[in-house]
């Protein structure tokens, strides 16, 4: 399934309709490049949930936890290097009550549940678009693929899609 959003702050409201559809336990990967718009992503996650503090990257952090509504636990799976990282976070500790957002999580999360849901964000790159490279600016359209495992992860992939018709094009 995939989702054409024409800017930065469509990505934004995409987010924040997936915070509003969100329920404890759910487990959201992001992927994409630099400047994607992963964190873009999950700001509107976070104010979906009801989160009232700022969210940035948590690189350096590693992981962050913003209490709201149901709780975001934001993660930057960037630097880690080994399974014995991951378990430190502890982040299965935490799962079931509230709503985990992965960045850079492919390959090292899927192990935490059965269900979740992965958007990969591709962003114009020049050669590969119809824009040449330097025309690009962070307000260029974006491609949304969402990859939905287990049956929370269709839900919530189906419902995100019915709620964000308005703002994105959906493709095949």
Known sequence: MKLVVPTVEAIHRVGRALGELA????????NGPLG???TTMTQGIAA??????HVSSPTFVIAQIHPGRIDLVHVDAYRLTSMEELDALDLDASLEESVTVVEWGSGKVESLTGSRLEIDIERPTGGNSDIAPEDLGGDEPRTLTLRPTGERGAVLADALLADVGDLASATE
Request: glycine share 24%; hydrophobic share 45%; proline share 6%.
């Open 23 to 30: 329920q404890p336990g759910d487990l959201i990967m992001l």
């Open 36 to 38: 994607a718009g992963k």
């Open 48 to 53: 979906g949930l009801g989160v009232a503090d």
